[in-house]
Each structure stands twice: as C-alpha cells, then as structure tokens.
T-cell receptor, first 112, second 114 residues
Framework: QQQVKQSPQSLIVQKGGISIINCAYE??????FPWYQQFPGKGPALLIA?????SEKKEGRFTISFNKSAKQFSLHIMDSQPGDSATYFC???????????FGQGTRLTINP | NAGVTQTPKFRVLKTGQSMTLLCAQD?????MYWYRQDPGMGLRLIHY???????AKGEVPDGYNVSRLKKQNFLLGLESAAPSQTSVYFC?????????????FGPGTRLTVL
C-alpha cells in the first residue's frame, strides 16, 4: 500500500517554465512533508519542507503548496532551469516516528 | 567532514552469494537508515537504527539483516542474494530530536544479483 502517491512519473518542461509535481497522502497522522532532490549518481538531498499548519512555503524559486483538507501537497519550480533536471521525491513523516515514507519519484527534465 | 559514506559503490553477485554493505557517518548522528531505490517505487525503508546496538525493521526487511555495533557505522547484510534484491541501496543518518531532523544520504551502492 503506497501511503504517499506522487505524479507525474516524468515531466519535461521548457527552460523558464513552471514545473509542478503533485503528491497525495492517506495517513492524517503525517505532520511533516519534505521534498528531496536527487541528481544522477547521487543520494537524495533535502530541498524544502513544510508543516501542515501553513498552506505555502517558498524558498527562492521553489514553493510547496499544501492542502490539508484534500491531503495533497505540491512542489512548484518557477523559472525552471536545466540545472533543475533531477529526480524529485515527496515524503511524509509522522512526528516522533523519524521514518520517512517516500512517493514514487518524478524525473524532471528541463529543456534548454 | 565526509558526511555519509558507503562502500562499495558497485557490486555484482551471483544468486545465493552473501555480502555486507558498509555505511559510515561522521556527524555523530543517532539515527541511521537503509533504503532501497527501485524504478517507480521511490525509496523504501529496509531497516533502521535509533542508536548504537539497536535496530528495527522497516517497510521491506525480508532477506536483509543489519547491525549497529558502533554509533558511526551501520551494516546491511544479504545472507543469500536473490535477483529481486538488485537495486540501488542508500544509507542515511539524522540527529535525534523531538521534531523532524533532516536525513542526510550517502551516494548509494548499485547492486546487481545475477
């Protein structure tokens, strides 16, 4: 049973465009939602994270939008650049558990 | 400060062979984790440890064993490798805390079981 569902599986965006990746979760006990970025041949690295008491968090060109009632959250990459080409994973965590549950991943390609 | 390191980087095994993957961290983190990454499946937790001498099962523990004899090391063992264990394995570590602490990942080990 996939507790965090991520879509799309792959995404191609033109340079300068907006990349949007969506995730949905089932367990209402989750209370922390990070996004990880992974470049080829590397391990994932934390990109940005949000708690459900806010609806949006922005760091530079990266924004998380969170809809608690719908149990959905999304990553928006503004002015997408070729250097953003990577695999992105959403994840969820229940406080105190220290165990992340990951989505399936999205391979993002930014065409120059 | 190397962060999280993993050895080996690549390995090819035959079905039934055994091997151990080593993870080391120099950040004095209490928690350590082993994940496997498969296409379309994301990262799935195999085993984890909340401190030296303690281990616990994750989402997909069957066919794997782990040990945490030293705080900085976390070993993942495959006693009798199967083709279904072909995957990329990632180790991660994080600090102890009442709230969420970032998990830092190693570079991965690509394992092929023939």
């Amino acid at each position: 049973q996939q507790q965090v569902k991520q879509s799309p599986q792959s995404l191609i965006v033109q340079k300068g465009g907006i990349s949007i990746i969506n995730c949905a979760y089932e367990n209402t006990a989750f209370d922390y939602f990070p996004w990880y970025q992974q470049f080829p041949g590397k391990g994932p690295a934390l990109l940005i994270a949000i708690r459900p008491d806010v609806s949006e968090k922005k760091e530079g060109r990266f924004t998380i939008s969170f809809n608690k009632s719908a149990k959905q959250f999304s990553l928006h990459i503004m002015d997408s650049q070729p250097g953003d080409s990577a695999t992105y994973f959403c994840a969820a965590l229940r406080q105190g558990a220290q165990k992340l549950v990951f989505g399936q991943g999205t391979r993002l390609t930014i065409n120059p | 400060n190397a962060g999280v390191t993993q050895t080996p980087k690549f390995r090819v095994l035959k079905t039934g062979q055994s091997m151990t993957l080593l993870c080391a961290q120099d950040m004095n983190h209490e928690y350590m984790y082993w994940y496997r990454q498969d296409p379309g499946m994301g990262l799935r937790l195999i085993h984890y440890s909340v401190g030296e001498g303690t281990t616990a099962k994750g989402e997909v523990p069957d066919g794997y064993n782990v040990s945490r004899l030293k705080k900085q090391n976390f070993l993942l063992g495959l006693e009798s490798a199967a083709p279904s264990q072909t995957s990329v394995y990632f180790c991660a570590s994080s600090k102890w805390g009442l709230s969420y602490n970032e998990q830092f990942f190693g570079p991965g080990t690509r394992l092929t079981v023939l």
